[in-house]
């Protein structure tokens, strides 16, 4: 079993930046890849980014290319998500996600174990 806690969310007005962690517990992430997904009100779960663990290849969303940048700690075991040039549209509750393999998707269901959440609240 992996655990995962995120942090790192808050209030930001646009322009601004955030940096979200997602600590992992129970076991290394060395042979999981794992993803950023968010979810604003009325609206899907979205696929935002990934990571695998050995290799650290990196995928985008289109939404959040040039802007967010996934990285990993292997140390800490821990994943980070940066986030700049932030605007009212990234709002939402942005989720870790892990699943074992060396290999990411972007779809939801492809994930078997998922943090809690933390909010993101962009202003205009």
């Known amino acids: 079993q992996v655990q995962l806690v995120e942090s790192g969310g808050g209030f930001v007005q646009a322009g601004g930046s955030l940096r979200l962690s997602c600590a992992a517990s129970?076991?290394?992430?060395?042979?999981?890849?794992v993803g950023w997904f968010r979810q604003a009100p009325g609206k899907e779960r979205e696929f935002v980014s990934a990571?695998?663990?050995?290799?650290?290849?990196?995928l985008y969303a289109d939404s959040v290319k040039g802007r967010f940048t996934i990285a990993r700690d292997n140390a800490k075991n821990t994943v980070y998500l940066q986030m700049n040039s932030l605007a009212p549209e990234d709002t939402a509750v942005y989720y870790c996600?892990?699943?074992?393999?060396?290999?990411?998707?972007?779809?939801?269901?492809?994930?078997?174990?998922w943090g809690q959440g933390t909010q993101v609240t962009v202003s205009s």
């Open positions: 996600a892990a699943r074992g393999g060396d290999f990411y998707f972007t779809n939801v269901r492809a994930y078997d174990y």
């Open positions: 129970g076991r290394t992430l060395s042979s999981y890849a």
């Open positions: 990571i695998t663990w050995s290799f650290g290849r990196t």
